[in-house]
């Protein structure tokens, strides 16, 4: 039982979401930030994709892309600020493809020591 109880405080600990948009992290702890994208049609030509972009360049944040959101994390302490863009794209003909801004949200993560 105390097994228990210390995994589940260290999970608290380690990752928790502070607000919408904003999240919490420990050093090199994936957290899983989720993100629902649209359902596509059926028949195909129209469907969601979705992007990162982070504010600045930095290489010690890592993230990978997931069915059902992001997982990112960070080897250094530190603020890291990123958008979470979903894109449309419609296929118009053989060769024609539309892609627009469906709708985007700014991440803030905090990786504590």
Same mark, same amino acid.
């Given at each position: ?18 607000? !919408? ?6 050093? $090199? @702890? ?6 629902? =994208?649209?359902?596509?049609? *059926? ?23 997931? !069915? ?6 960070? $080897? @250094? ?6 958008? =979470?863009?979903?894109?449309? *794209? ?24």
């Amino acid at each position: 039982m105390k097994t228990y109880v210390m995994v589940a405080l260290l999970l608290l600990l380690s990752v928790s979401v502070t607000s !919408a948009g904003e999240y919490t992290a420990a050093k $090199n @702890v994936w957290l899983h930030i989720p993100v629902s =994208l649209p359902e596509k049609k *059926i028949g195909g030509g129209d469907f969601y994709n979705l992007r990162v972009e982070p504010a600045m360049a930095d290489t010690s944040l890592e993230y990978t892309l997931e !069915a059902d959101g992001l997982r990112v994390r960070s $080897n @250094v302490a530190g603020e890291y600020v990123f958008r =979470l863009v979903i894109n449309h *794209i419609t296929k118009s003909s053989c060769a024609g493809v539309n892609v627009r801004q469906y709708q985007h949200e700014d991440i803030v993560l905090h990786v504590a020591e």
